[in-house]
């Protein structure tokens, strides 16, 4: 049984940028907009100094956003990009974090089960056939604290970008 310290937590906080496009349809002009929606932050809870720690998507613990998307016209699509931190800190002390292949998901339910994986550092590409609708993202991450690493919470924020194309 190995014995949980507190805390190296990552509470990640959402700097999103959205985008809009100017879309014109038989002489009708829509403004199509995504607003992002930070749901919850991520946190890894009390790790013992030289364990490691994951966070998978559909874990409570993951980071959760919820993407509104609205006066999408024909077969537009929404860009998901992140900016990723490499560790997180607290003074001059580091954790080393690290994101998979799989580290991330969306799905248009606010369901992550049935989600569509995708790797957090290259995005996704989400397509709909118009109209207005949500779409939900998750991502999770690993951390491995060092022997040495003081027992203390340790934070960094990414960046989620969504664009209409």
Known sequence: MSTRTPQHALYAL???????SLLTAGGVHAQASVTVN???DMNF?????GSSA???YTDADASVFRLDCSGMLGFQHVDIAFTLPTHLTNGGDTVAISFGSTSAAWSYTNDPGGATAFDPSTGAQVNKDGGSFSIYVWIGAGISPG???PTQSYSNTFTLDAEIQ
Not at 45 to 49: E, F, N, T, W, Y
């Open 14 to 20: 959402l700097a999103a940028a959205c985008f809009a």
């Open 38 to 40: 930070r749901l919850a």
């Open 45 to 49: 809870g009390d790790v013992a100094a």
């Open 54 to 56: 994951s966070v998978l």
């Open 147 to 149: 022997g040495a690493t």
